[in-house]
């Protein structure tokens, strides 16, 4: 059964930077695609930024670009998100989400799997 396991979630001050990581185990294959939502208190997830495995094609939305990098380790099939000049309005529940076979349903915001989430807050 395919597990995804976030970590790196924490506290800190506005202008700071968090790594998230994520873990995928039990696929029988590589992952496709990988991406990383987060979501408001009261609000439905929307998504942060994607990446193709294959290409390396990466998807940001407006509000991260130019402060947030989504990478991956094929060979581990882990995901990453380094997140810098965080605001305080990056206070979220950041969730992974990935899909093992095309297509790619990140940015649909209906992928195979989830992980569990971990909390992210940007104090100011």
């Known amino acids: 059964q395919v597990q995804l396991v976030e970590s790196g979630g924490g506290s800190v001050q506005a202008g700071g930077s968090l790594r998230l990581s994520c873990a995928a185990s039990?696929?029988?294959?590589?992952?496709?695609?990988m991406g990383w939502f987060r979501q408001f208190p009261g609000k439905e997830r929307e998504v942060v930024a994607r990446?193709?495995?294959?290409?390396?094609?990466?998807y940001y939305a407006d509000s991260v670009k130019g402060r947030f990098t989504i990478s991956q380790d094929s060979a581990k099939n882990t995901l990453y998100l380094q997140m810098n000049s965080l605001k305080p309005d990056d206070t979220a529940m950041y969730y992974c989400?990935?899909?093992?076979?095309?297509?790619?349903?990140?940015?649909?915001?209906?992928?195979?799997?989830w992980g569990q989430g971990t909390q992210v807050t940007v104090s100011s």
């Open positions: 990446i193709l495995a294959g290409s390396g094609n990466t």
């Open positions: 989400a990935a899909d093992f076979r095309p297509p790619c349903r990140v940015l649909l915001g209906t992928p195979g799997y």
């Open positions: 039990g696929a029988t294959y590589r992952s496709y695609c």
